[in-house]
């Protein structure tokens, strides 16, 4: 029986297992889904649809460089423990290598990336089954330089925060101290010209409701709400903050001074913007023995 794209998505829908395994499953068992099922559970691979809907927000970040080229990404795990056993941290330098090494931009374009017969979603899915927690690639983005510009990148806590930073003219001390700047100070954008209508009118009326709740005057609220827009506005754009390593400068002078500019950055954070599921430690228990 000829095995169809529509059964491979049904098998993988029912069993979690990835592509290329479900499509060897139903070949084996010549189109039946039922007894593809059965195939895979021996093999260990449908297991890992048991952990589908459970939440990864632990993990680490990282970033790989290569001559022109930078990969930043996010590898989650579901608890700290996991993703500081060896087996993860291989798995975390293997799928960056292997962005890195392909043309893939996003995270949709590196799951997809095929090696050894694998893609890297059926490798994440893999690993899943093996190492017992639900592992998923979250984040990935990539950075391309010309030979003027230089890299920068610096991890804190050994991945659960990290940074690229790209500088023009190329200057390593300089790129190095500015990727430690944003993972300690986390600005939301360059400078003020990126900052968005959107968060300035959000801003703007919050910094009101305060002023009137303080019953100051109303002739004098427009002028205070200025003054603290514009100390909002150093405190989210990173040429404006304080230099970190020197709080006497803004960002702006330190790279003045160094004789360079910087071009664009990226900062994440392991589990940002991911809910976390609450339980307490009763239900925890009587989850884990209903299984």
């Known amino acids: 029986m000829a095995v169809t794209a529509q059964m491979v998505k049904e098998l993988r829908e029912k069993t979690g297992a990835g592509m290329l395994d479900c499509k060897k499953a139903l070949e084996e068992t010549n189109g039946d889904i039922t007894l593809a099922i059965e195939y895979l559970r021996e093999k260990g691979i449908a297991k890992t649809a048991k ?5 990864a927000a632990e993990g680490l970040t990282n970033v790989v460089i290569s001559n022109n080229e930078a990969v930043i990404y996010e590898l989650n795990s579901e608890t700290d423990f996991v993703s500081k056993n060896a087996q993860f941290l291989q ?3 293997n799928v960056g290598n292997i962005i890195l ?3 893939a931009t996003n995270t949709e374009e590196a799951l997809a990336i095929v090696v050894d017969g694998k893609n890297v979603e059926t490798l994440l899915a893999d690993a899943t089954a093996t190492i017992g927690e639900k ?3 979250r984040r990935v983005q990539r950075i391309v330089k010309t030979d003027a510009q230089g890299f920068g990148s610096y991890k804190h806590m050994g991945g659960r925060i990290s940074v690229l930073t790209l500088l023009d003219p190329e200057n390593e001390e300089a790129a190095k101290d500015i990727a430690m700047h944003v993972a300690a100070n986390n600005p939301r954008f360059l400078d ?3 900052v968005d209508a959107a968060t300035l009118e959000h801003e703007k009326h919050i910094l009101t409701e305060q002023a009137l709740a303080e019953g100051k005057p109303a002739n004098i609220v427009e002028k205070m709400i200025q003054g603290r827009l514009n100390k909002f506005l150093q405190d989210i754009c990173l040429l404006d903050q304080p230099f970190v390593k020197n ?3 803004k960002v702006s002078q330190y790279l003045k001074d160094s004789k360079t500019a910087i071009v664009s950055y990226v900062r994440l954070e392991v589990g940002e913007g ?3 599921r609450s339980e307490n430690f009763a239900d925890e228990v009587a989850a884990q023995l209903k299984k």
């Open 247 to 249: 709080p006497d400068i």
């Open 274 to 276: 991911i809910e976390k």
């Open 91 to 93: 798995l975390l330098d």
């Open 51 to 55: 952990k589908a809907d459970r939440i």
């Open 192 to 194: 003020q010209s990126q």
């Open 101 to 103: 090494s392909s043309k």
């Open 135 to 137: 592992i998923t690639l």
